[in-house]
């Protein structure tokens, strides 16, 4: 069998967080959705069954929620600490694609979110 690629997934991580532009967004938080998909060789663990031949996805829940509870005006600026938090944690990482998303984000529009997509390699 050849194995092409492989991804490790976090898809749809709540957060309570403290991010935004506005004073209020600040004070009050908000509800924040991150997707994740982390582009890593897990071959020899498919094989091993052995979790230190893969990246632990609790590991990678634990970045997420340190860097999330640090308050930003950008989600642009959350994004890009978790991903170079992430490159740097895990070496084995190659690529990393991060959504985050604001629920019901202060606009006066009719919105389920508003978020920011990067899509990162390592260099």
């Keep these: 069998m050849n194995i092409n690629s492989c ?26 959705y991150i997707d994740l998909r982390l582009k890593t ?10 979790l230190d031949d893969t990246i632990s996805y609790a590991d990678i829940y634990a970045i997420l929620k340190q860097e999330m509870e640090i308050p930003s ?16 944690e895990f070496p084995g990482i190659e690529e990393i694609e991060i959504k ?7 606009m006066g529009a009719d919105i389920d979110s508003a978020g920011v997509e990067m899509h990162c390699t390592r260099s």
């Excluded at 060789?41 to 052995?50: C, I, N, P, R």
């Excluded at 600026?77 to 938090?85: L, Y």
């Design 100 to 106: 985050l998303s604001k629920r019901n984000p202060p």
């Design 7 to 32: 991804h490790i997934l976090l898809k749809n991580v709540l957060f309570f967080a403290h991010h935004g532009v506005a004073p209020q967004e600040m004070v009050t938080g908000n509800e924040f």
């Design 73 to 88: 005006k950008l989600l642009e600026h959350v994004c890009g600490r978790i991903a170079t938090r992430l490159f740097q």
């Design 41 to 50: 060789d897990f071959k020899h663990a498919a094989v091993t069954d052995e």
